[in-house]
């Protein structure tokens, strides 16, 4: 038999053409993105206006929804964890953070990640696959029904960031198309205006990127001022090092929109990339290559098999200041979530929280 199709992955016309290759009128297509992307329904049990025998042909060669919530936590802060698993049985992860006046939804790209970013816990899972345009799309959903209430409208906007598991630039097809199904009017409306994806600096597809129209928002992860330690904490770093990392910035910048800036991201590690000398070789290295962009210092959220601490509050002040005294414009991200492990770098599908006893449980994980 053939794979059964994975509805939410398919934009308004391809689910007409999909409906009228079964002999049914284009307005049944229209009436099926409509009770998945805007009433958010998860099986065509629900979607009652469609006649019974068109739901039952439906249900034999088509999939309404694949993720399965397999449990979900909420920290003291209201940020929100969902542990999933693909109808093949691999991890994924989603994180809802809501903010007073819009609430932000952390997806992940790919189960696993291929990099090995010695700082991030999802390396360790190393790549189980990257993810469909649908199983993309699904997070948002299932995330936004948690929040709000089935198809219930978000009362805030809601911004996307694809900073969960994975590399989205090596998943940059699947990616653009769940962007395009997900900004429809008639479905989530969630245009690429709100959305930023991060990557580690897959320098090929950061240039693809820059020539897509009606792109997201794009943030780099640099972790190191230097290709010594950048070498070090991100391997990426020696097939593509910071010169061309950099270079591919220069030319994105070129496509970035009147206020829009680059964000670098830059996980401050305790000893290791947060002195002063870091700080200053940060500020003449952006400098240098006069990028419009803002650095986001991510203090380290620490997760157990790894070695490294956060820098102290004290420590990300002094480095901010540095920054922003060279003219650099200089953020510090608040960390939310820590206690249900869903902070930046802590996903790799552990169960429980900070309360209860954790374990890694995910297929490839180093138990
Ligand atoms: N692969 C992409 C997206 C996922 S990581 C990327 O590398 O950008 C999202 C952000 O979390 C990255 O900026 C990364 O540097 C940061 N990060 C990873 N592990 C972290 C940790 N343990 N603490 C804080 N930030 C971390």
Aim: glycine residues 6%; hydrophobic residues 35%.
């Amino acid at each position: 038999m053939d794979k059964p199709v994975e509805l939410t992955g398919l934009s308004q016309p391809e689910l007409v053409t999909f409906v009228e290759t079964l002999g049914e009128p284009a307005y049944r297509g229209r009436q099926l993105f409509a009770a998945l992307q805007h009433r958010r329904l998860r099986s065509f049990d629900e979607i009652t206006d469609l006649p019974k025998e068109l739901r039952i042909r439906l249900s034999e060669i088509a999939r309404a929804s694949t993720l399965k919530v397999e449990s979900q936590y909420t920290s003291s802060d209201g940020t929100r964890r969902y542990l999933m698993k693909t109808h093949d049985g691999l991890p994924v992860e989603t994180v809802f953070i809501p903010e007073e006046r819009r609430d932000t939804i952390c997806f992940s790209s790919q189960s696993g990640c291929p990099l090995q970013c010695t700082f991030c816990l999802t390396a360790q899972l190393g790549l189980l696959r990257s993810l469909t345009a649908g199983e993309i799309v699904e997070q948002i959903m299932i995330a936004l029904n948690d929040a709000y209430g089935i198809g219930v409208k978000p009362p805030k906007g809601t911004n996307l960031v694809a900073m969960g598991a994975g590399e989205p630039l090596l998943n940059l097809d699947s990616l653009l198309k769940a962007l395009r199904v997900m900004a429809d009017p008639q479905g989530l409306h969630i245009v690429p205006n709100r959305v930023t994806v991060s990557t580690a600096g897959v320098v090929p597809r950061i240039l693809d990127l820059a020539n897509t129209s009606d792109r997201p928002h794009l943030a780099i992860s640099l972790a190191a001022p230097t290709d010594e330690l950048r070498d070090v904490l991100m391997p990426i770093n020696k097939r593509w090092p910071l010169e061309d990392l950099l270079g591919a910035c220069k030319a994105f910048e070129k496509t970035l929109k009147p206020g829009e800036r680059l964000t670098f991201e830059y996980v401050m590690l305790d000893g290791v990339n947060d002195s002063d000398e870091q700080a200053r070789q940060l500020a003449n290295l952006l400098n240098r290559h006069g990028i419009r962009s803002k650095v986001n210092l991510i203090p380290h959220n620490p997760a157990d098999p790894l070695p490294y601490q956060p820098s102290s509050p004290d420590r990300v002040e002094r480095f901010k200041n540095i920054l922003e005294s060279k003219g650099v414009h200089t953020y510090v991200r608040r960390p939310r979530g820590r206690d249900i492990f869903a902070a930046c770098g802590q996903l790799a599908a552990r169960q429980g929280t900070l309360n209860n006893l954790t374990e890694l449980t995910s297929i490839g994980a180093n138990n």
